[in-house]
């Protein structure tokens, strides 16, 4: 099943959900700041943003900003980095979405139409 982390204050997140709605996408949707992704599902996203750590993190969020992370963040290891974000949901680009074969943080939708979105 496509997994859709988002978080319920985020308009970019509530359109997100909306063009799944509108295109027939069948998801199951995750409250990112209670719920974070794991760090199996951080890995695995990591590796499909082909080992980017930064793609992971939101970066012009308040959290990011107040942990002063943009100095941090090229001096942290994959382990560190995996275990603030998944200890933060806050931390996270939403939305953060897994799908059988692909995964995608942000939306933009000319990149979400061309993914493999399984049938509904």
Not at 6 to 28: E, I, M, Q, S
Not at 38 to 50: F, G, H, N, T
Not at 78 to 104: H, K, M, S, Y
Request: charged share 20%; hydrophobic share 45%.
């Amino acid at each position: 099943p496509v997994v859709v982390y988002t978080y319920a204050r985020c308009g970019t997140c509530r359109g997100a959900g909306r063009w799944l709605r509108d295109h027939g996408v069948a998801f199951v949707e995750r409250p990112i700041i209670e719920t974070p992704p794991s760090p199996a599902e951080l890995r695995r996203m990591l590796v499909l943003q082909d080992g980017d750590l930064r793609r992971l993190f939101n970066t012009s969020g308040l959290e990011y900003r107040a942990q002063g992370l943009a100095a941090r963040l090229p001096d942290l290891d994959e382990a560190e980095a995996l275990a603030l974000l998944a200890g933060n949901g806050r931390l996270i680009r939403r939305p953060f979405v897994l799908g059988p074969g692909f995964g995608v943080v942000g939306f933009d939708a000319a990149k979400w139409a061309a993914l493999p979105w399984p049938p509904a």
